[in-house]
């Protein structure tokens, strides 16, 4: 996979992989109830954070096809990681989430990561040495569960 900083040209297909896995955390599979929530995924949002300084945002391409992108807002959240339903369960989460964290890191984070995981995707995360650092969130339409995680792999605070 080559991944590489994510460019305002690369919003409509950003939002659209987004959008093909949000049936995972919308508390409606036609996302009924949650459109704020899809809004700030439509292009036109993500086209605002990729160009917003305190957002790094990076897209995994394979042959030429977006199969996922990951966005660190600051450098300690991870604001986005998703992976196109075509390429998962090949590793390219980890791919994704270990250049965001290196990139974290470069820029200077050495505290904690936090994450607002899917509920579907909370195993990945443990994974990857998050933990799970209060209960399952309901709100706006859709479900997540916050997770922490320290870059020496030890307990967040």
Same mark, same amino acid.
Not at 5 to 17: C, N
Not at 43 to 49: I, K, N, T
Not at 145 to 157: K, N, Y
């Given at each position: 996979? =080559?991944?590489?900083?994510?460019?305002?040209?690369? *919003?409509?297909?950003?939002?659209?992989?987004?959008?093909?896995?949000?049936?995972?955390?919308?508390?409606?599979?036609?996302?009924?109830?949650?459109?704020?929530?899809? @809004?700030?995924?439509?292009?036109?949002?993500?086209?605002?954070?990729?160009?917003?300084?305190?957002?790094?945002? &990076?897209?995994?391409?394979?042959?030429?096809?977006? *199969?996922?992108?990951?966005?660190?807002?600051?450098?300690?959240?991870?604001?986005?990681?998703?992976?196109?339903?075509?390429?998962?369960?090949?590793?390219?989460?980890?791919?994704?989430? =270990?250049?965001?964290?290196?990139?974290?890191?470069?820029? /200077?984070?050495? =505290?904690?990561?936090?994450?607002?995981?899917?509920?579907? @995707?909370?195993?990945?995360?443990?994974?990857?040495?998050?933990?799970?650092?209060?209960?399952?969130?309901?709100?706006? /339409?859709? &479900?997540?569960?916050?997770?922490?995680?320290?870059?020496? /792999? /030890?307990?967040?605070?």
């Amino acid at each position: 996979m =080559e991944i590489r900083s994510a460019t305002p040209h690369d *919003a409509e297909r950003i939002s659209s992989l987004i959008r093909s896995v949000s049936r995972f955390f919308t508390l409606d599979p036609h996302g009924l109830g949650a459109e704020g929530f899809l @809004a700030r995924i439509g292009p036109e949002a993500v086209r605002g954070y990729i160009s917003a300084p305190d957002f790094r945002y &990076a897209a995994g391409f394979i042959d030429g096809e977006l *199969a996922g992108v990951v966005a660190m807002r600051g450098t300690t959240h991870l604001y986005h990681l998703f992976v196109a339903p075509a390429f998962q369960g090949r590793g390219l989460s980890r791919l994704l989430w =270990e250049h965001a964290k290196a990139d974290a890191m470069a820029a /200077g984070n050495r =505290e904690a990561f936090t994450v607002n995981s899917t509920p579907y @995707a909370v195993p990945v995360y443990e994974r990857f040495g998050f933990r799970v650092t209060g209960a399952r969130v309901e709100r706006d /339409g859709i &479900a997540f569960v916050p997770m922490a995680l320290r870059p020496g /792999g /030890g307990q967040p605070a």
